[in-house]
């Protein structure tokens, strides 16, 4: 069994290149945009749905079978054909490159996969069965989803805007490290959870950090 590192990669701007036009291309490629990347998509035909990114600009389309020298320049790589033979091809060229690539006919054949996805805000949950099972895997994303509320999307931007407040400041590290710990035990979450949360003002968050500076 491979056992797949898992990491959360800043793609923002970088050109990540996507073989296929298809449903699996779609999947994909949603998440690529809504991550900012790049993409250039090398397909004859497109889905409903990719062609309308094309039409809005939000890839760029070229509207052939792929052909070798299409990845060079690529941060990522997707073969998402539904011909084996030229995703496996895909996977070459991109080994060759030493860029990472996924291949959706035959995971082994590449070098990631692409888990399921739970956004919350900043929450992000990313569920893998190393191949096992997609379907599973979908399943399970949405168990989480049951249990993984609403509320981590304000908790966390507030969580963030507090830390960020106890950074902003010059404190000895020992002092830092206890309040910017402290920040993230709060009952805060259950508040949001129950709807009793009221919103901090700036002079909330000093208070919070003079208070816990004395303690
Ligand atoms: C999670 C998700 C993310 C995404 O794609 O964005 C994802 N597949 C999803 C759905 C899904 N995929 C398939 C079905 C049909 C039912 C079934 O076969 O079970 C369904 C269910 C459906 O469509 O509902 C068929 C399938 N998938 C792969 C193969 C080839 C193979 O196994 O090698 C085949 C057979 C193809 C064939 O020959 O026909 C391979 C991969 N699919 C992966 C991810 C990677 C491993 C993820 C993990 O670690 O578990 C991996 C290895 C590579 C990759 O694609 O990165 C997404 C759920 C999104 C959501 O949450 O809604
Ligand atoms: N990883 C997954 O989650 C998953 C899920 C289902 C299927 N699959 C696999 O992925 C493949 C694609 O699935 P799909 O549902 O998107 O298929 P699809 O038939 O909907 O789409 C295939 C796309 O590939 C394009 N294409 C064909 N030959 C090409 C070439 N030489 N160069 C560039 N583009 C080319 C087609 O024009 C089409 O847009 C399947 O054959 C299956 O092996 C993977």
Known sequence: MVKYLPIM???QDQRVVV???GAVAERKVGALVEAGAAVVL???SLTEALAALAEAGRLSW???RYAPGDIRGAFLVYAASNEAAVNEAVAQEARSLGVPVNVASRSEAGSFITPGVLRRGRLTVAVSTSGAGPSAAARITEQLAEILGEEYEPYLDWLHDLRVEI???ELPPEQRRRLL???GNLDVLNEMRQGTFIEWSADDIDNWITRN???
């Open 42 to 44: 090398v397909s004859p």
């Open 167 to 169: 950074k902003r400041r």
């Open 19 to 21: 073989i296929g036009g």
């Open 9 to 11: 990669l800043d793609v």
């Open 62 to 64: 070229i509207s052939r």
């Open 181 to 183: 710990r402290s920040a």
């Open 213 to 215: 500076l004395e303690v």
